[in-house]
Each structure stands twice: as structure tokens, then as C-alpha cells.
């Protein structure tokens, strides 16, 4: 992974965990045998792996970096999906922003087979928690942000489980490497006063097939949507182009078409395109692994540096957010991957809304963001024209409001119009519920433990069970603040994930102590800044 450099904002706990573990290795899982005979597979296919994830809101960002995957066959053959890359070169992901969603990850050719099991070969992984500081007298005191990294992983702590033999047959086939995220954290608490935290990364994964179509539909047959990324090199063919994937390894890229039903938003069309933009895109993978973009937004031309994620405080004195920069690209990350809470002066920003959802102007409240209505929990995406990492408040140029996953129990229903309204009741450690005690904000949410979640006729049902009240389920769309109640614009609904609160770290892996020892110091403006120290504990 590339240099993890700690971020330390004001009025902010930055926890930087670093244990170096010698040995990079994998687990693998496997399943019954297959009742396909091989003899009957010859040749070879053209398989995608695309990445996603399955998670519920506890954490607010999930790394990790790929050294190598493999697939065994029953027979014992073993073939490579992924080749072995030395340490810090093999591509990474984060996967908080693709939970319910899908990126590719390679596409590569391999022999016609039945295969049981898979190993993935890591190169390390990190996760964020965020919550408030409350001491004894019962008062907010700090907001904490707890980066938990280690950089390296036994085989034990990594599973990789096939539902099922997977047959690759036919000229192409997509497969889904899905991150089981709250089986693959655990962690003592966010905080604690005392100094002690044990915590353990155990990657736990599931591969699995899919069937990908010629126009998909969601990303279970190949569709992507709110893909990242900086273009890298212009085809000669005057329509394609190759765009990098903010990752913390900044090493994953893929190859993207346009044709003339591709929508182009803040642009006039392809050829406003040029080496350096930054665009947010959605479209449909090909056979080849290529992506088709049906929608390419570019939302500030002259950026030189972007970060995206999900605002964890809203200052009322001063115009300055700090956020959680799951993703981070440009001129000015080139050399390192920046750790912690990031803070952005929006004092001279454009607000925008993103492109994705075509129904905003149907909903029946009038959606907005802006300065005067953005709140801790939103999904952001900001624009700035430089930055130094040795003064990292970034001077925001444009900052658009993006669509999120939120994970939650439905309470009640009713009808609006063409839309369902559904009433979700978030768990305490989601963000719009922990972060909207703070002291000191402006923008106030009546209750920031629901949703008003509405879906119409063009919101993707991928929920198994029945949406009904007493279930959870995964919403994906865009947040409003609309005069203090949080209402959802909703795209696609998945089943949910359990609640969970943190657990003593599991023994599947390999737990890890670490003791905080705390300075402080006071930083210009007569504001302070509390900086933590990791140690790892024998």
C-alpha cells in the first residue's frame, strides 16, 4: 500500500495504527463437489472479477490491498485470477463505497473448469470508526476518528468462501468478490479513555458468479454506478479513454467506452475530455472487461485533487467540514495516502447535486444542499485546485452531494404520490445518528436516528425478502436535509445487515493491543488539536 500518513484536524482524536506482521499469505474456503463433469469444459473464458461489499454502517471506511487471487479446481488444478504483485504494487479498493455496488477489479482469461476454492494473497488493510467522546459527566468532548491498519496478514486471517463450485464455461463471465465487512473487523470500542483498544482485520470474503448482461440493470448483471476516477490516457479511436480508481495503492485502472447514448453531464461531451479529469461515471461491463459508460459527469474541470466521503462535522463559526477522505486522487496524493479526519474550507464552494438520480425533479419535497442545510453523515464529493499534506485544510472549489448506502430497520410506510415512503430507523453508530450531537452546529436535524426513504417505480428492488416494517434492508441513494428531517432519493434496495456493536477482537486472526499515549498541542486560532500515538503492545 502506498506511505499511510496520519491527518491530525482540529477538535478531532486521529487513532493511527500501524503493526507490521512479517509474511503475506492466504486462507482460502471451498464448497461440495460439483455435479458438472469437466470433461465436458474445453477452452478458455474471459472472466471480470467485480468487487463489492455487504455492510451495515458501523464503520466509515474499509481498505485493502490485493497482492494475488486464485481459484483451485476440483481436480487440483490451480489458475490465476489475479497475478502475485510485490508487496505495495498489486491494486487496492475501499469497500464502505461499494456496499450494495460493484467494481471491476481484473479481467482475465483462464481454462474452462469447475473450481471449489479460491485463496486471495493481501498486502495489508485498514478500517475507520468514528464516534463522539462522551466522559464521565456525561458531556460531548471530542469528536474521535480510529484508524485500525495492519500491514500484514497471515493466512489465517483471510477466507475466501464459494456459496457453491463455480463453472466458468462459455466466451465471458463476471464473478463477484464480495467483502463480508462485519465479519472481517473487530474492535474493543472506537475509543477508549484509558489508552487500550484490541482489535483484528480478518478479511472474510465470498466469490460468487455472475451473470452479466448486455444492458444491465444493477450491478448483479453488470451495471456500475458513481464509479471515481482520474483519466489517465485518451484512445485513439476518439472515444474511449482509461480512467485510475482512487484507491490507497492508486495502482487499479480501468478501460472505458462511450458511444452515442453515453449522457454527459457538466460537459458538453467527449471531447471536453482531457489527461487529468476527474469524472464520476456510471456503466455497464463488457465481455472484455471494458466498461460501456451510459453517464459521465465531470463536476469541476480544473480540479487538481479530489476527496470523497462522509461529512463528520459541520462548523457554525467558521466555513470548515471535516470529512472521512475514503477517496482520495490527484496531483497532490501522488506520493501518499493521507489517514484520519480531513478538513475542507467550503467558504468559496459551488454546492452541486450529483447527476445520477434522473427523478429529483418528481420527488415530492424539493431536494437541496448547500451550506445552510449539510449535515455530519452526508456522502461528499470534493474538488480543489491544490493542497499540501503539511497543511491539509483543503480550499474546496466545488463540493456535490453523492449518493450513499444506509443500512436500517423499516418502521412504517405510506403513500406519496408515485412514490412509497418508508420510515428507517438507523442503529446509534450510524453517522446522521452519532455525529448529530455535537455541539456547536448549525444545521440541526429533527431526528437523526430516521430516514424518510422513498421509492418509486424506478428504484431497484435486490431485496430478497419482503420489504416490510420489523426488517432490514440497504438503501442506496441520495441524502437530503430537508428542514431538519432526512429524506432518501432511493435508487436500489438490498436485504440488510444485522446491527452489531463492537466485540472483543476474534481469535480467527490474530487480535492486536494498542495503547494510545495522547499529546496536545494548541494550533493557530487558539483551537486545539489532540494527537495520538499508536504503540503496538507485544
Keep these: 500500500m502506498k506511505p499511510v500518513l496520519p491527518l491530525f484536524p482540529a477538535k478531532s482524536y486521529v487513532l493511527f495504527i500501524t503493526v507490521i506482521i512479517a509474511g503475506l499469505s492466504a486462507g482460502c474456503g471451498s464448497s461440495g463437489p460439483s455435479n458438472s463433469p469437466t470433461s465436458k469444459l474445453t477452452g478458455n473464458t474471459s472472466v471480470t472479477v467485480l468487487l463489492s461489499s455487504t455492510a451495515n454502517d458501523q464503520l466509515s471506511e474499509f481498505d485493502i490491498g490485493f497482492l494475488g487471487l486464485t481459484l483451485t479446481s476440483q481436480s487440483g488444478k490451480t489458475v490465476t485470477l489475479l497475478p502475485t504483485s510485490a508487496p505495495g504494487s498489486g491494486p487496492g479498493a475501499e469497500f464502505m463505497r461499494m456496499n450494495g455496488a460493484a467494481e471491476p477489479l481484473i479481467t482475465t482469461t483462464i481454462p474452462q473448469d469447475t473450481y471449489t476454492s479460491a485463496t486471495a494473497t493481501l498486502n495489508g488493510a485498514l478500517f475507520v470508526c468514528v464516534e463522539l467522546y462522551v466522559p464521565g459527566g456525561g458531556q460531548v468532548d471530542e469528536l474521535v476518528t480510529a484508524t485500525y491498519q495492519d500491514m500484514g496478514l497471515p493466512a489465517s486471517a483471510v477466507t475466501v468462501t464459494l456459496p457453491a463450485p463455480i463453472t466458468v464455461t462459455g466466451t465471458s463471465m463476471g464473478l463477484s468478490l464480495d467483502l463480508q465487512v462485519s465479519q472481517s473487523a473487530s474492535f474493543s470500542s472506537c475509543f477508549t479513555p484509558n489508552g487500550f483498544s484490541t482489535y483484528s482485520i480478518t478479511p472474510t470474503f465470498t466469490l460468487a458468479p455472475l451473470t452479466l448482461s448486455s444492458q444491465p440493470t444493477n450491478a448483479v448483471n453488470?451495471?456500475?454506478?458513481?464509479?471515481?476516477?482520474?483519466?489517465?490516457?485518451?484512445?485513439?479511436?476518439?472515444?474511449?479513454?482509461?480512467?485510475?480508481?482512487?484507491?490507497?495503492?492508486?495502482?487499479?485502472?480501468?478501460?472505458?467506452?462511450?458511444?452515442?447514448?453515453?449522457?454527459?453531464?457538466?460537459?458538453?461531451?467527449?471531447?471536453?475530455?482531457?489527461?487529468?479529469?476527474?469524472?464520476?461515471?456510471?456503466?455497464?461491463?463488457?465481455?472484455?472487461?471494458?466498461?460501456?459508460?451510459?453517464?459521465?459527469?465531470?463536476?469541476?474541470?480544473?480540479?487538481?485533487?479530489?476527496?470523497?466521503?462522509?461529512?463528520?462535522?459541520?462548523?457554525?463559526?467558521?466555513?470548515?467540514?471535516?470529512?472521512?477522505?475514503?477517496?482520495?486522487?490527484?496531483?497532490?496524493?501522488?506520493?501518499?495516502?493521507?489517514?484520519?479526519?480531513?478538513?475542507?474550507?467550503?467558504?468559496?464552494?459551488?454546492?452541486?447535486?450529483?447527476g445520477e438520480m434522473a427523478n429529483l425533479g418528481s420527488l415530492p419535497f424539493v431536494p437541496s444542499f448547500g451550506a445552510l442545510n449539510m449535515v455530519p453523515g452526508q456522502n461528499v464529493y470534493i474538488t480543489v485546485p491544490s493542497f499540501s499534506s503539511s497543511s491539509p485544510r483543503l480550499a474546496a472549489a466545488t463540493i456535490t452531494l453523492m449518493p450513499q448506502t444506509i443500512d436500517g430497520t423499516v418502521t412504517a410506510s405510506s403513500q406519496n404520490g408515485n412514490f412509497t415512503v418508508y420510515t428507517v430507523s438507523l442503529a446509534p453508530y450510524d453517522l446522521f445518528s452519532a455525529l448529530a450531537a455535537q455541539p456547536g452546529q448549525t444545521n440541526v436535524e429533527n431526528d437523526a436516528g430516521q430516514v424518510q426513504v422513498y421509492v418509486d417505480s424506478s428504484t431497484q428492488l435486490l431485496n430478497k425478502q419482503m420489504l416490510a416494517a420489523g426488517d432490514n434492508f440497504r438503501f442506496y441513494g441520495l441524502v437530503f436535509n430537508d428542514n431538519g428531517t432526512l429524506r432518501m432519493d432511493c435508487a436500489q434496495v438490498n436485504d440488510g445487515v444485522a446491527f452489531s456493536a463492537p466485540a472483543p477482537a476474534s481469535q480467527q486472526g490474530h487480535p492486536l493491543t494498542v495503547h494510545v499515549q495522547q499529546t496536545r498541542r494548541t494550533i493557530p486560532g487558539g483551537s486545539q488539536q489532540i494527537i495520538n500515538v499508536i504503540k503496538a503492545q507485544p
Aim: with cysteine; glycine share 14%.
Design 222 to 354: 453488470g451495471l456500475l454506478t458513481g464509479i471515481d476516477g482520474q483519466i489517465t490516457a485518451l484512445g485513439t479511436d476518439g472515444n474511449s479513454f482509461t480512467l485510475v480508481l482512487p484507491d490507497s495503492q492508486g495502482t487499479r485502472s480501468i478501460s472505458v467506452g462511450s458511444n452515442a447514448s453515453t449522457a454527459y453531464q457538466g460537459i458538453s461531451g467527449f471531447s471536453a475530455l482531457g489527461v487529468g479529469t476527474f469524472v464520476d461515471m456510471d456503466g455497464a461491463i463488457q465481455p472484455d472487461g471494458t466498461v460501456l459508460a451510459t453517464r459521465i459527469a465531470v463536476e469541476d474541470p480544473a480540479a487538481a485533487d479530489m476527496v470523497g466521503g462522509p461529512i463528520i462535522e459541520v462548523a457554525n463559526s467558521v466555513s470548515i467540514l471535516s470529512m472521512v477522505a475514503r477517496e482520495q486522487q490527484g496531483k497532490d496524493f501522488a506520493c501518499c495516502y493521507l489517514i484520519g479526519g480531513m478538513e475542507a474550507d467550503y467558504s468559496a464552494a459551488i454546492f452541486q447535486i450529483s
